[in-house]
């Protein structure tokens, strides 16, 4: 049996979820200039997360960026422009959905 304490609990992790994703898509939104500019030369997420380190732009959590951060961004930025993926390649040609609401689907 659920509790209004269980009900409260489900309900702000859904707010957060909701809340960390909107922040991540206006972050990708934020960046999307940076890398349409970093993606005339680089053709890796390796290289993608180095010209960003080398211009001094933090990684979402501060530090530095790597590779997954770089797939994740696109991922997010790819929702944000709702046309499909922003960088095409080997490494990466994103889903039209993010990794959290991939698994809020699969629950």
């Known amino acids: 049996m659920k509790t209004a304490l269980d009900r409260f609990t489900v309900k702000g992790r859904e707010t957060s979820i909701r809340v960390r994703q909107e922040r991540a898509r206006q972050r990708a939104a934020d960046l999307a ?13 390796q290289a993608i997360a180095k010209a960003l380190n080398a211009r001094d732009i933090p990684a979402p959590r501060g ?3 790597t590779p997954v951060q770089v797939s994740r961004l696109l991922t997010y930025a790819a ?13 990466l040609a994103g889903p039209s959905v993010t990794p959290v609401e991939q698994r809020a689907r699969q629950e």
């Open 33 to 45: 200039p940076v890398i349409e500019e970093i993606r005339g030369g680089a053709t890796t997420l």
């Open 79 to 91: 929702a944000v422009h709702d046309d499909g993926p922003v960088f095409e390649g080997d490494a």
């Open 63 to 65: 530090g530095h960026w």
